[in-house]
């Protein structure tokens, strides 16, 4: 049990649509972190908030965005799906801006 | 950005066999963790190891930050133990993960 869970764990898409993916994290991750794993590959880093401000940002663009709330639950929006965009996201929640990690189960995307 | 490497891609064992998988890594970092996905895709955390040895039941690892590298031992492997094994490194704000070595243990 890590204390990070998501939603929805599936959902499908098509190309063009927009895309919300939601995150709650136990009280304490006051650092929350997204990351795209495609297929056979290890996860990648989107971004990561910290007191609900982008605190770090990996190689994706614009159209990937990201809201973090007082109550630590964050969300990640992606506008103007493309077909690469086809991969599982997980959230992290950690104690920190380089603590531990503990990862939801994820959100396992389809665009089509 | 900081890279790392993870050997062997893939690794075969028979139940109750140990085995040694290694991370190297490219600079130096803040901490280093090693996870488990299972094949739902959850990553379960086995090691929060910046440095030094440290032991969970059949599974240990160690780390050695001045020469930039990782080790995570399995002992008696079961199958259970099959799915791919990440190390991932902090540096800055993020984790950066290696590719993975895919673990089967066969009965």
């Known amino acids: 049990e890590t204390g990070v869970t998501q939603s929805p764990t599936h959902l499908i898409k098509t190309r063009g649509q927009q895309v919300t993916l939601r995150c709650s994290s136990q009280?304490?991750?006051?650092?929350v972190s997204w990351y795209q794993q495609a297929l056979g590959q290890g996860p990648q880093f989107i971004f990561q908030?910290?007191?609900?401000?982008?605190?770090g940002r990996g190689n994706f663009p614009p159209r990937f965005s990201g809201l973090q709330f007082p109550n630590y639950s964050s969300e990640l929006n992606v506008n103007a799906l493309e077909l690469d965009d086809s991969a599982l996201y997980l959230c992290?929640?950690?104690?920190?801006?380089?603590?531990?990690?503990?990862f939801g189960e994820g959100s396992r995307l389809t665009v089509l | 950005g900081i890279q790392v490497e993870q050997s062997p891609p893939d690794l075969i064992l028979q139940e109750g066999a140990n085995s040694t998988l290694r991370c190297n890594f490219s600079?130096?970092?803040?901490?280093l963790q090693w996870f488990h996905q299972n094949p739902w895709g959850q990553l379960i955390n086995l090691f929060y190891?910046?440095?030094g040895t440290k032991q969970n039941g059949r599974l240990s690892a160690t780390t050695v930050a001045t020469e930039r590298y990782s080790l995570l031992y399995i002992s008696s492997s079961q199958t259970t133990d099959s799915g791919v094994y990440f190390c991932?490194?902090?540096?800055?704000?993020?984790?950066?993960f290696g590719e993975g070595t895919q673990l089967t243990v066969n009965p």
């Open positions: 992290a929640g950690s104690k920190g801006k380089t603590g531990e990690l503990f």
């Open positions: 009280s304490g991750h006051n650092t």
């Open positions: 908030y910290y007191r609900e401000e982008e605190n």
């Open positions: 600079d130096s970092v803040n901490n």
């Open positions: 190891i910046p440095s």
């Open positions: 991932a490194v902090v540096s800055g704000s993020r984790l950066t």
